[in-house]
Structures are given as C-alpha cells and as structure tokens.
C-alpha cells in the first residue's frame, strides 16, 4: 500500500493522466470547502499577533517545546487548508474584511501574490496543473473564494523575494523577524499576523559560513525518495523548527502583544500512506492538523532591526518554482 501511495503521490506531480484523476476528486473537495471551510479559522479567535510557521507538523512542535520558555501547552487543531495557497484562500475572506482591516501582516509565503489580487487563477493548484481544471472557467467559478487583497490591510508585506539566492531561494526567518518587528513598532493596527517559511523545505538549520546548505537540506524530500535515511532527514527537519523559532523568540522579546498564537498554515507527511510534502485537498491529519501554542510577547526594545529597501525581488513564479510549486 505504502509503495502503491508513494507512485501515486510523484505521478500527480510527474503524470498528466494520474493529475487529470486526481482533480476528479479535488474539484468537488475544493467546490464543498469553498462554501463550508473545515478547520479552525484564526478571525473567529481573540489574539494580538499570530505567528505562522510554514509546514509545521504538532509531534514536532511537541518534540522541542521543551527546549523553549514561552511555549507550554502545545493544542492540535484542524487547519483550515493542507497547502499554502489552501489556507491563504480560506483565511483572508470578505467575511472577516473588519478584521483584516485592522490587520499588519508580514508575510515570506510568495502564495499571497497569486491569490490576495485582484486576477486570481482559481484552476490552478500544484497538484492538477496541465489538467481539466485550468481550461474551464465554470470550474474556477466553482472553486472561488471570496478572498480579499493585500490592499484591504491596514499594513501589508511580502517579502516572498526578499533574501532569496541560487542556494535556497526562500526568505530567511531573520529576515521575516525584522519586518516583524519593524512593522509592529509603526502600525496602528491592534493585530499583527506573521507567516515564516521554516519549517518548509529547504531547511535552513545548518547554514554553513558562506550561507549555503548541503543538497539534502535544499531537497530533502527528493533525497527521501532516493533512499536517504528518513530519521537523518526528520531530524534536519527538527533543527529547521529550531531555526525559526529562535527567530520567533527575538520577536516575542521585541513585540508588545498580550495573547500571542503561534500556528501552522498546513502540517507535512514524512511517508505517511507513503506520500511526503503536502498535496492540496489531502485531509490526512499529518496535514489537516496543526499546532495551536499561546503565550504573551513584551517589547524589552533589545533588538533594532535593520529593513533594506527591496529591489531586484525574485519574480512570483521563480520563487513557486524554488519551492517546488511549478
């Protein structure tokens, strides 16, 4: 079964037939959650600042928040989305526009320029590109989420491109800590939301002096495949969670929030029902589930971030393609 599950889940990225079978399935999934989203929504909950991590599994967070002071009980919830683009749809709708009004968000997930726009292609997602679902527009009618734009914010960054290299083309969390911080001290808005990339792949947890990784850190899931040792490639996956958190510490020591929440956009599978990664519509609870930790954050004022003017940002599609998206 395990072997059966794994061809199945690189043909839906490598078989245009298997991704055309599989959107007879994702269109309806799509089509019911776009009208009744299952999972936690983050507006329907009172907080200050909410802190996305990207990809983060609960076993994970449970397995090193021992390691860190302001993280104490670690809740399981059902996410509202099993990939990025998933969540970022069902999260930042009309129905919460008072609350995204009075939103700053800071945001390293390059997802948010595809879909928080006004043109948004709702045929495509990762797992069905090239199959029916792009060619018919009752199909994306279908799949259409009231979202809103970045606009509707009251403060808006993305720096998906910000720090991206030939070595592992994501945006760093000190980089996104920075932003953080630097947004939350000139804001007006009574909440501030903050999407990190780790723990995604590439992981970051081992930068060598030159600020490069190793080939297994840039593609550990493509090294899994090739039969790299899976407890090797989990724990590399923990010290990517190790990596950002110690930049979510500096910003809890840099922000003033009483009701904190770090979460989780979507988990990730390590062979479960052998598949790895995320596949949008897969409600298997290594995806569908998500940490849930509150804590409290006091700007002691001990770190002054330095924010560059951005220029030369990646383009949207090459920062999906670094990721494995296109």
Same mark, same amino acid.
């Given at each position: 079964?395990?072997?059966?599950?794994?061809?199945?889940?690189?043909?839906?990225?490598?078989?245009?037939?298997?991704?055309?079978?599989?959107?007879?399935?994702?269109?309806?999934?799509?089509? %019911?959650?776009?009208?009744?989203?299952?999972?936690?929504?983050?507006?329907?909950?009172?907080?200050?600042?909410?802190?996305?991590?990207?990809? /983060?599994?609960?076993?994970?967070?449970?397995?090193?928040?021992?390691?860190?002071?302001?993280?104490?009980?670690?809740?399981?919830?059902?996410?509202?989305?099993?990939?990025?683009?998933?969540?970022?749809?069902?999260? %930042?709708?009309?129905?919460?526009?008072?609350?995204?009004?009075? $939103?700053? /968000? @800071?945001?390293?997930?390059?997802?948010?320029?595809?879909?928080? $726009?006004?043109?948004?292609?709702?045929?495509?997602?990762?797992?069905?590109?090239?199959? %029916?679902?792009?060619?018919?527009?009752?199909?994306?009618?279908?799949?259409?989420?009231?979202?809103?734009?970045?606009?509707?914010?009251?403060?808006?960054?993305?720096?998906?491109?910000?720090?991206?290299?030939?070595?592992?083309?994501?945006?760093?969390?000190? =980089?996104?800590?920075?932003?953080?911080?630097?947004?939350?001290?000139?804001?007006?808005?009574?909440?501030?939301?903050?999407?990190?990339?780790?723990?995604?792949?590439?992981?970051?947890?081992?930068?060598?002096?030159?600020?490069?990784?190793?080939?297994?850190?840039?593609?550990? %899931?493509?090294?899994?495949?090739?039969?790299?040792?899976?407890? =090797?490639?989990?724990?590399?996956?923990?010290?990517?969670?190790?990596? @950002?958190?110690?930049?979510?510490?500096?910003?809890?020591?840099?922000?003033?929030?009483?009701?904190?929440?770090?979460?989780?956009?979507?988990?990730?599978?390590?062979?479960?029902?052998?598949?790895?990664?995320?596949?949008?519509?897969?409600?298997?609870?290594?995806?569908?589930?998500?940490?849930?930790?509150?804590?409290?954050?006091?700007? $002691?004022?001990?770190?002054?971030?330095?924010?560059?003017?951005?220029?030369?940002?990646?383009?949207?599609?090459?920062?999906?393609?670094?990721?494995?998206?296109?």
């Amino acid at each position: 079964m395990g072997r059966l599950a794994s061809r199945l889940r690189q043909r839906i990225y490598s078989d245009r037939l298997t991704r055309q079978l599989y959107a007879i399935y994702f269109l309806p999934w799509m089509t %019911f959650t776009a009208r009744y989203p299952v999972g936690r929504q983050i507006y329907d909950h009172e907080w200050d600042a909410l802190i996305v991590l990207d990809a /983060c599994r609960v076993d994970a967070m449970r397995e090193v928040a021992p390691e860190y002071d302001f993280i104490q009980d670690v809740e399981r919830v059902v996410s509202v989305g099993s990939t990025s683009k998933e969540w970022i749809s069902n999260t %930042f709708t009309e129905r919460y526009r008072d609350e995204i009004r009075d $939103t700053a /968000c @800071v945001s390293a997930n390059s997802w948010v320029d595809t879909v928080l $726009t006004e043109d948004v292609d709702w045929g495509f997602w990762t797992a069905t590109k090239e199959s %029916f679902l792009e060619s018919h527009e009752m199909f994306s009618r279908l799949m259409a989420r009231d979202t809103v734009l970045q606009s509707d914010f009251e403060t808006f960054e993305s720096i998906g491109g910000l720090g991206a290299n030939e070595s592992f083309g994501v945006t760093t969390a000190e =980089d996104v800590t920075d932003y953080a911080i630097h947004t939350a001290r000139r804001s007006d808005a009574n909440r501030l939301l903050v999407h990190y990339m780790q723990p995604h792949a590439p992981y970051l947890g081992h930068i060598d002096a030159d600020g490069n990784i190793d080939e297994v850190d840039h593609k550990p %899931f493509e090294a899994l495949r090739a039969g790299a040792d899976g407890d =090797d490639v989990w724990e590399r996956y923990l010290d990517n969670l190790r990596y @950002v958190l110690s930049n979510v510490e500096r910003l809890l020591e840099n922000l003033d929030a009483n009701r904190v929440v770090i979460t989780a956009d979507h988990g990730e599978m390590f062979g479960e029902l052998g598949l790895y990664e995320h596949i949008g519509g897969i409600p298997h609870p290594a995806l569908k589930t998500v940490p849930w930790v509150e804590t409290t954050a006091t700007d $002691t004022h001990s770190y002054e971030p330095e924010i560059e003017t951005r220029t030369d940002e990646t383009a949207v599609e090459d920062r999906l393609a670094d990721l494995g998206y296109l």
